[in-house]
C-alpha cells in the first residue's frame, strides 16, 4: 500500500515531469505561457519611431478632437535592429528576409541567404504543421517583404519569377496588386489559371472579392490600397471561417508608409498612419474576441530619417532608408517574448518557437 508521502513524491513527479516537457517544448527558459492558435503579424514597411511618433501626435495634438491610437491598446514592446547581412542600412528584400525567416541576407536579395542557402519562412512552417495561411498587402504581392514569405530569388525585381513560385506557396489567402504578372506576363503564361486548377477562387476587381462569402482558397490581385482595412478584415473573415482547429498564421504588411518616407512627404505619412491605426483597430479587436491570438508589429526598418519638427509634423533627413532601431508590439498569448532589444532575426525565431519549433 502507497503511504501518503509515496502517492506526494509521485504527484510532484508527475507535474515537474508535465512540466518539463511542456517547457522544453516552447519555453525552455522555464516560463508558462500558452501557445497562440492564431499569430497576426503586421509589417508596416518603413515604419520607424518617427511614423510612430507622428500617429500618437496626431492624436494627441493636432487632431479635431483627441482620440488615442490603437497603439495606446498594447503594452508590450521590444526594440528591432535592422542591418542586412552587408549594410548597416537595410532594403526591404532582406529586411523582409530577415523577418520572415530568421536569417540575414545581402540587400536586393529574397529567401536565399548570403552563402546562397534557400531559406524557409515561418510562414510556411505554419503551413506544414496545420495552419491557415495568408498574405495581404496594399503593394503587389511581389513586392520584396510579402515575396520573402514565400519566394527565393537573387534579385528582388525577378517579379515574374516570383509570380510562378508563388502560385507554388500553397497559402490559402492572397491579396495584393500587381495582376499583370500573372495573366499579362512576357512568356505568354496565364498564371491566374494555374490557381483556378489548383482550387483558388480568383479575383480580379474588389467587388469580387467584397463579395466571397466562405472560400477554401482564394487570390485577389487588384487595388488593395484604396480598401486596405477592409481587405484585412475579409482575409480574417476567411480565415476564421475556415473553422482550422489549428488556427491560422496571416501576414500583413502596410506598405506604402516607406513610399511617403521616400518623399519626404509629412501630409501623407500622417494619412497612412492613420490607414495603419484603422488595420491594428481590426486586428486588435479580432484578438480581444478571440483570446488564443497573437499579434506581432514590426517594421523592416526606417524610412525618411523621420523625426517630428517643431510644427508637430513629420520631418525628413534623408530620402531612403535609416538604420534606425525600429518598434515591435505584442499582444496576445506569447507577448512578453518580445519585449527588449532584439535584432529582426528574433522576432521569426521567437515566432518558431512559439508554433512548436
Ligand atoms: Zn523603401
Given amino acids: 500500500m502507497k503511504t501518503k508521502f509515496t502517492r506526494s513524491i509521485l504527484a510532484l513527479t508527475i507535474v515537474m515531469l508535465a512540466n ?26 518603413g515604419m520607424g519611431y518617427g511614423q510612430i511618433s507622428s500617429l500618437i501626435m496626431e492624436h494627441a495634438v493636432n487632431g479635431a478632437s483627441y482620440r488615442a491610437s490603437e497603439i495606446n491598446r498594447i503594452k508590450y514592446m521590444g526594440i528591432a535592429t535592422t542591418y542586412s547581412a552587408d549594410s548597416k542600412v537595410t532594403d526591404s528584400a532582406a529586411g523582409g528576409t530577415a523577418l520572415a525567416t530568421g536569417e540575414k541576407t545581402n540587400n536586393g536579395t529574397v529567401g536565399i541567404n548570403a552563402a546562397g542557402d534557400t531559406l524557409s519562412s515561418v510562414m510556411i512552417y505554419a503551413r506544414n504543421i496545420g495552419k491557415s495561411t495568408g498574405i495581404v498587402t496594399n503593394t503587389p504581392i511581389l513586392d520584396a517583404t510579402p515575396a520573402a514569405f514565400y519566394a527565393h530569388v537573387e534579385k528582388r525585381s525577378q517579379w515574374d519569377e516570383i509570380a ?18 500573372f495573366n499579362a506576363r512576357k512568356d505568354g503564361k496565364d498564371l491566374t489559371q494555374v490557381f483556378k486548377d489548383k482550387g483558388y477562387v480568383f479575383c480580379d476587381t474588389w467587388e469580387q472579392a467584397s463579395a466571397v462569402q466562405k472560400a477554401d482558397k482564394m487570390v485577389a490581385l487588384t487595388d488593395i490600397g484604396e480598401v486596405y482595412p477592409h481587405a484585412v478584415s475579409k482575409a480574417i473573415e476567411l480565415l476564421e471561417k475556415k473553422n482550422n482547429p489549428k488556427g491560422f498564421f496571416l501576414m500583413i504588411e502596410e506598405a506604402r508608409i ?8 509629412a501630409k501623407g ?20 474576441s478571440h483570446p488564443g491570438t497573437l499579434i506581432v508589429i514590426t517594421a523592416d526598418h526606417e524610412t525618411g530619417g523621420t523625426s517630428i519638427g517643431y ?37 521569426p525565431k521567437k515566432l518558431f518557437r512559439l508554433l512548436g519549433k
Fill in 164 to 181: 510562378v513560385q508563388m502560385t507554388q506557396c500553397g497559402f490559402d489567402i492572397l491579396m495584393g496588386e500587381g495582376l499583370e504578372h
Fill in 20 to 45: 518539463i516537457s511542456c517547457s522544453a517544448m516552447l519555453f525552455p527558459d522555464g516560463k508558462d505561457t500558452p501557445a497562440p492558435v492564431n499569430i497576426i503579424y503586421l509589417i508596416g514597411d
Fill in 258 to 265: 516607406d513610399g511617403w518616407g521616400h518623399e519626404n512627404d
Fill in 311 to 347: 510644427d508637430g509634423m513629420p520631418a525628413f533627413k534623408t530620402k531612403g532608408h535609416s538604420g534606425t532601431v525600429v518598434p515591435v508590439f505584442a499582444y496576445g498569448p506569447g507577448q512578453e517574448l518580445f519585449m527588449g532589444l532584439m535584432d529582426n532575426v528574433d522576432i
Fill in 269 to 288: 505619412m500622417v494619412a497612412e498612419m492613420e490607414i495603419m491605426d484603422q488595420v491594428m483597430k481590426v486586428i486588435l479587436d479580432y484578438a480581444d
